[in-house]
């Protein structure tokens, strides 16, 4: 066991203390970060999503004015 009564078992409590306190920092920005792309994958996909539902629908609405078929090909 550390004997915390000298400076030296202090500070060895404290460096562990520090080591343990960085990894974990450490291995929750690392987490943070994988969970972001993931999330920014998904929010990339919705706006495809959204742009070519837009698209579509200006397309019905051609063809709806028009009546031409070449605003559905």
Known sequence: M???????????????????TYSSIGYISYNNNQQAKTITIR?????EIQALSS????????????LKQNFLD
């Open 55 to 66: 698209e579509t629908s200006a397309d019905l609405r051609g063809f709806r004015l028009f």
């Open 43 to 47: 929010l990339l996909k919705v706006g």
């Open 2 to 20: 550390i004997n915390l009564s000298t400076i030296k078992g202090k500070l060895a409590v404290l460096s562990i203390l520090s080591f343990i």
